[in-house]
């Protein structure tokens, strides 16, 4: 089992940024690929990007390519997600998930956290 808590959502006008993090507690954190999703309201929640267990390997949502980043600090138990360049189309709430394989899709995540809002004003 891993439990996984986000932090880092709040309000905040186009253009402007934000760092997620997801704080993990209980089995080996670095053992796990790291994801991040989002759900906006009336729609499925969705791929942003996936970073590996090793933080080597990376992979984005066409949407946010260019002006998210995700990156991990294993000494930490802590994954980010850099959000720069925001726009009203990011509003949304952002999980982050964990599960040893290196996937994009939803169902192959076992672990996610409770998640965190993220609005992006116009």
């Known amino acids: 089992q891993v439990q996984l808590v986000e932090s880092g959502g709040g309000l905040v006008q186009a253009g402007g940024s934000l760092r997620l993090s997801c704080a993990a507690s209980g089995r080996t954190f670095s053992a796990y690929n790291m994801g991040w999703f989002r759900q906006a309201p009336g729609k499925e929640r969705e791929f942003v990007a996936v970073?590996?267990?090793?933080?080597?390997?990376?992979r984005y949502a066409d949407s946010v390519k260019g002006r998210f980043t995700i990156s991990r600090e294993n000494a930490k138990n802590t994954a980010y997600l850099q959000m720069n360049s925001l726009k009203p189309e990011d509003t949304a709430v952002y999980y982050c998930?964990?599960?040893?394989?290196?996937?994009?899709?939803?169902?192959?995540?076992?672990?996610w956290g409770q998640g965190t809002q993220v609005t992006v004003s116009s």
């Open positions: 998930a964990a599960d040893g394989t290196y996937s994009t899709n939803i169902k192959d995540y076992d672990y």
């Open positions: 970073i590996s267990w090793g933080g080597g390997t990376t």
